[in-house]
């Protein structure tokens, strides 16, 4: 059974940074596409960044420049670096894995691509 789980959240001030990681039950080397995404109060899930196999990544308009995803196949881990944070940063985020190749990058930010899912770790960005 793939089983994900995510840690490294916390509450933090506006401009501090944060990294989150995902532990993954199995090698990741079988998960082609792995991504990040979050869940605000009120708001619909949203794709931060994502990553494939080959190391393509793409990320969301709001993280460009501010966020970095990595994933380490040996480790069996997916990272996201956050820098400059912002309180509408704040909410739930979410490790998710697919074994789907040739995502567009529309695709690798939708979550009805990814099939497996880790239970979230909450970020808070206090003003």
């Known amino acids: 059974q793939v089983r994900l789980v995510e840690s490294g959240g916390e509450s933090v001030q506006v401009g501090e940074s944060l990294n989150l990681s995902c532990a993954a039950s199995s090698y990741t080397n079988r998960y082609i596409s792995m991504a990040w995404f979050r869940q605000g109060p009120g708001k619909e899930r949203e794709g931060v960044a994502a990553?494939?196999?080959?190391?393509?990544?793409v990320y969301g308009d709001s993280v460009k420049g501010r966020f970095a995803i990595s994933r380490d196949n040996i480790k069996n881990t997916l990272d996201l670096q956050m820098n400059s944070l912002k309180p509408e940063d704040t909410a739930m985020y979410y490790c998710?894995?697919?074994?789907?190749?040739?995502?567009?990058?529309?695709?690798?930010?939708?979550?009805?691509?990814?099939?497996?899912w880790g239970q979230g770790t909450q970020v808070t960005v206090s003003s």
């Open positions: 998710a894995a697919a074994r789907r190749r040739s995502m567009t990058a529309i695709e690798a930010l939708s979550p009805n691509e990814y099939p497996y």
């Open positions: 990553i494939d196999d080959g190391g393509s990544i």
